[in-house]
Each structure stands twice: as structure tokens, then as C-alpha cells.
């Protein structure tokens, strides 16, 4: 499959305890995103980060892109229950109409 | 905050029956998009549009699946029959940009249990 894998699949940390998630592609890509969702409902658009790029800050939220290694990371830094949410990467590859493609999802669950 | 609408939130079916999603996409958005997904899944593309036209309806089952648009704004997408397997969350999601590389804006979705 094409599709970005997220890693870990579940993650459960203390509330102010920063938060990491990876997520790694097979072939070269256009863009990425990261999604949140929260249980039950639709998925809110985080950030995206070109394949140019190499760093992005939105907030609490930080993101990383290595393309040699295929692979970003998201970190959330002081985590809040709030944060507590499945957290999507799609990818946008190269040669495919630009068509963006989903992860499995990482659950994080911030512990108070 | 402009938002995606989507109806009904949650619907039970039984096996066999039809059922229908409707979709509002945000004021100006030319681009919609249905996914569907699976518990414990990512969401994956069912149906896109650009206006009232079907750009991309390669994942769709047609034979049971069909969407619409007509006059290029609210959207509906229909299973006849529906199947234990089609039970899932069906989300809406719309763009400003023709390019569907870039992010979308998500409607809450419509969770579908077929019993």
C-alpha cells in the first residue's frame, strides 16, 4: 500500500507531557498533512507541510518532514486532555493526481 | 467559522434498504469530497466533484453506490441496497482549490450502522 503509516498506533501520556507521532510513506510525495479527529466526528485540518520544506510550526503543534528517510513526525508539546484524539497523516503523492491518501491513525489518549 | 453540514448524524438501516447522506459544503467551494471510514481505519475516497461534475468516482461501488451534485453546491450520496459492510462513517469534506493535493474542511459525518 501507498498510504502513510502512522506510528504508534495508540499512545497514552500525562497531561504536559509532550507528545511525538511518525508517520512513514514509500514513494516521493508533493505534500503531507496531519489530521486530528476527535471520537464520532469529522477530521480538522492541522498543517501541511510541502516536500521542500523541512520544518513547520503551527502553535503547540511542530512538524518535521524527511524526505530522504520518507517520514515526518508530529510533535504536540505541554499536551492537554483536549489533545486526546486520533491523529491522521495523508499524504499527497507524486504521480497520482495529486490524490492525498490517509494513515491508519494514531490514538492518543492524555491522561490527567 | 464557516462549516461543512452534513445529515443526518447518525442512521440505523436494515440490510437490503436504501439510504441517503446529504452534504452542504462550505459557501464558494467548488471542490466536494465523500469518504468513507471504517472503524479504526483512515478515511478513504469515495467520490470527488468539481462543480456539478464527477472527477474522480474510481472507489465507488457502483452498483450499489451513487452521488450527485446537480446544482454544483449540496451534494447526496446513495446506497441501494445497502450491506452489513457498507456500516461506517460517511464524511463530507470541501475545498476552495481545484488541486485536491492541498487540505480539505471536514463535515462531522454521518455514521451508518446496517443491521
Known amino acids: 500500500s501507498q498510504q502513510g503509516e502512522e506510528d504508534p498506533q495508540a499512545l497514552s501520556i500525562q497531561e504536559g507531557e509532550n507528545a511525538t507521532m511518525n508517520c512513514s510513506y514509500k514513494t516521493s510525495i508533493n505534500n503531507l498533512q496531519w489530521y486530528r479527529q476527535n471520537s464520532g466526528r469529522g477530521l480538522v485540518h492541522l498543517i501541511l507541510?510541502?516536500?521542500?520544506?523541512r520544518e513547520k510550526h503551527s502553535g503547540r503543534l511542530r512538524v518535521t518532514l524527511d524526505t530522504s528517510k520518507k517520514s515526518s513526525s508530529l510533535l504536540i508539546t505541554a499536551s492537554r486532555a483536549a489533545d486526546t484524539a486520533s491523529y491522521f497523516c495523508?499524504?499527497?503523492?507524486?504521480?497520482?493526481?495529486?490524490?492525498?491518501?490517509f494513515g491508519k491513525g494514531t490514538r492518543l489518549h492524555i491522561l490527567p | 467559522e464557516a462549516e461543512v453540514a452534513q445529515s443526518p448524524r447518525y442512521k440505523i438501516t436494515e440490510k437490503s434498504q436504501a439510504v441517503a447522506f446529504w452534504c452542504d459544503p462550505i459557501?464558494?467551494?467548488?471542490?466536494l469530497y465523500w469518504y468513507r471510514q471504517i472503524l479504526g481505519q483512515g478515511p478513504e475516497l469515495l467520490v470527488q466533484?468539481?462543480?456539478?461534475?464527477?472527477?474522480?468516482d474510481s472507489q465507488l461501488p457502483k452498483d450499489r453506490f451513487s452521488a450527485e451534485r446537480l446544482k454544483g453546491v449540496d451534494s447526496t450520496l446513495k446506497i441501494q441496497p445497502a450491506e452489513l459492510g457498507d456500516s461506517a462513517m460517511y464524511l463530507c469534506?470541501?475545498?476552495?482549490?481545484?488541486?485536491?493535493?492541498?487540505?480539505?474542511?471536514f463535515g462531522s459525518g454521518t455514521r451508518l450502522t446496517v443491521v
Open positions: 495523508a499524504t499527497a503523492f507524486m504521480n497520482r493526481d495529486d490524490k492525498i491518501i
Open positions: 459557501s464558494g467551494h467548488a471542490t
Open positions: 469534506a470541501s475545498s476552495p482549490f481545484r488541486d485536491r493535493s492541498y487540505g480539505y474542511t
Open positions: 466533484f468539481q462543480d456539478e461534475s464527477v472527477v474522480d
Open positions: 507541510i510541502r516536500s521542500n520544506e
